[in-house]
T-cell receptor
Framework: DVKVTQSSRYLVKRTGEKVFLECVQD?????MFWYRQDPGLGLRLIYF???????EKGDIPEGYSVSREKKERFSLILESASTNQTSMYLC?????????????FGPGTRLTVL | QKEVEQNSGPLSVPEGAIASLNCTYS??????FFWYRQYSGKSPELIMF????GDKEDGRFTAQLNKASQYVSLLIRDSQPSDSATYLC??????????FGGGTRLMVKP
């Protein structure tokens, strides 16, 4: 079974704080993703990574950065949290088999910025 | 901007009926299509994927793909209250990313 874990299910932070969201996978997959999900806006890709120390911007990278020092761990960083970053954050890994680009999601972190 | 469109719903069906969820996409070059189920407050869970035109069946679920019409659907037979959730359609892109639709909320009434 694919296992993706995220560091927290619920998180409350104050405006201006630095926030770290961690995602860990146990299947040695190269491709990892960070999305945010908001009502009416669906899932939007923030950043992704194809391998250790590699990162690519997604559709909405502003206000975020990422770190991938080890293959199993992909961190999303909010350098200075703002109220408009209150959202559900979802990490996903991509299984590239012979004919699939399927993505599997972690349980999500619901972040509230006050 | 490549788009994936879904009716947001809610789609309400009685228990035991067939629920039909629809999705259209704009990128003619898309080759892979996915359906995810998301319960309230939870993360999306993969239900099915389909690559070829036609139908693909898995238990009570059937995915249907028509590339000429740029249309993919999910049928749920014998709908149960536990099927009540939001269903997300996702379409694979040439860069291996997925584009997600906004989701359709399904309500199955006992």
């Amino acid at each position: 079974d694919v296992k993706v874990t995220q560091s927290s299910r619920y998180l409350v932070k104050r405006t201006g704080e630095k926030v770290f969201l961690e995602c860990v996978q146990d299947m040695d997959h190269e491709n990892m993703f960070w999305y945010r999900q908001d009502p009416g806006l669906g899932l939007r890709l923030i950043y992704f990574s194809y391998d250790v120390k590699m990162k690519e911007k997604g559709d909405i990278p502003e206000g975020y950065s990422v770190s991938r020092e080890k293959k199993e761990r992909f961190s999303l960083i909010l350098e200075s949290a703002s109220t408009n970053q209150t959202s559900m954050y979802l990490c996903a890994i991509q299984f590239s088999g012979t004919s699939t680009d399927t993505q599997y999601f972690g349980p999500g972190t619901r972040l509230t910025v006050l | 901007q490549k788009e994936v469109e879904q009716n947001s719903g809610p789609l309400s069906v009685p228990e035991g009926a067939i629920a039909s969820l629809n999705c259209t996409y704009s990128d003619r070059g898309s080759q892979s299509f996915f359906w995810y189920r998301q319960y309230s407050g939870k993360s999306p869970e993969l239900i099915m994927f389909i690559y070829s035109n036609g139908d693909k069946e898995d238990g009570r679920f059937t995915a249907q793909l028509n590339k000429a019409s740029q249309y993919v659907s999910l049928l749920i037979r014998d709908s149960q209250p536990s099927d009540s959730a939001t269903y997300l359609c996702a379409v694979g892109r040439e860069d291996n990313m997925l584009t997600f639709g906004g989701g359709t909320r399904l309500m199955v009434k006992p």
